[in-house]
């Protein structure tokens, strides 16, 4: 069963505007952990934002931040005053943690292109 | 600090041969795993490694395995490779079971192409 879902595959933004990319999650543990990454076109992935499941407040780190919906189940990304590096593939990630493993299962991405 | 070194980064196999694909994690970091990433599959989960042990493998046939050595270093093997294995194989380390929030790093990834 998929566990986290991205329902926006492509979307566009001017520079130097806001947007906020989808993710929504599917879990019964009630200890996880929700990260955010970006893909650009050179295929490293990098890690940008990170909310564990018992964080009261909303992650943020420089112009990322990620609103946390714990009852909804979804942790959107909003970055900030984009800027056209920010263009790349952006995927939302959850940890599965166990006695003795450390897994994550990724959404299927959103493309974000930020126009000039 | 060195980030993650896969390597190679890229290669091109036939059907049928085999495949190894190593990866340095960052120092200190003890917990390896890899990714397949394909356009109509996404990133899909292969296995983890910690301290030599594999400790979760992901739904993939016996023809992919992997080993963790003591010095955290580790690769992946995909033998009587098909067309479909074709992918982007991504290593990532962490400090997850160190006490650390355990984010995954990532390598660059080792591009493989089979014909």
């Known amino acids: 069963a998929q566990k986290i879902t991205q329902t926006q595959p492509g979307m566009f933004v001017q520079e130097k505007e806001a947007v906020t990319l989808d993710c929504t999650y599917d879990?019964?543990?009630?200890?996880?952990?929700l990260f955010w990454y970006k893909q650009p076109s050179s295929g490293e992935m990098i890690f940008l934002i990170y909310?564990?499941?018992?964080?009261?407040q909303n992650a943020t780190e420089g112009r990322y931040s990620l609103n946390f919906q714990k009852a909804r189940k979804s942790a959107n990304l909003v970055i900030s005053a984009s800027q056209l590096g920010d263009s790349a593939m952006y995927f939302c990630?959850?940890?599965?943690?166990?006695?003795?493993?450390?897994?994550?299962?990724f959404g299927s991405g959103t493309k974000l292109n930020v126009k000039p | 600090k060195a980030g993650v070194t896969q390597t190679p980064r890229y290669l091109i196999k036939t059907r049928g041969q085999q495949v190894t694909l190593s990866c340095s994690p960052i120092?200190?970091?003890?917990?390896v795993s890899w990714y397949q990433q394909t356009p109509g599959q996404g990133l899909q989960f292969l296995f983890e490694?910690?301290?030599?042990?594999q400790r979760n493998k992901g739904n993939f046939p016996g023809r992919f395995s992997g080993r963790q050595f003591s010095n955290s270093r580790s690769e992946m093997n995909v033998s009587t490779l098909e067309l479909g294995d074709s992918a982007l194989y991504l290593c990532a380390s962490s400090l997850w079971g160190q006490g650390e929030s355990g984010e995954l790093f990532f390598g660059e990834g080792s591009r493989l192409t089979v014909l």
């Open positions: 909310q564990g499941s018992y964080d009261q």
């Open positions: 879990t019964s543990d009630p200890s996880y952990g």
């Open positions: 490694y910690f301290s030599e042990t």
């Open positions: 990630a959850m940890r599965q943690t166990g006695d003795n493993f450390n897994k994550f299962y």
């Open positions: 120092s200190g970091h003890r917990s």
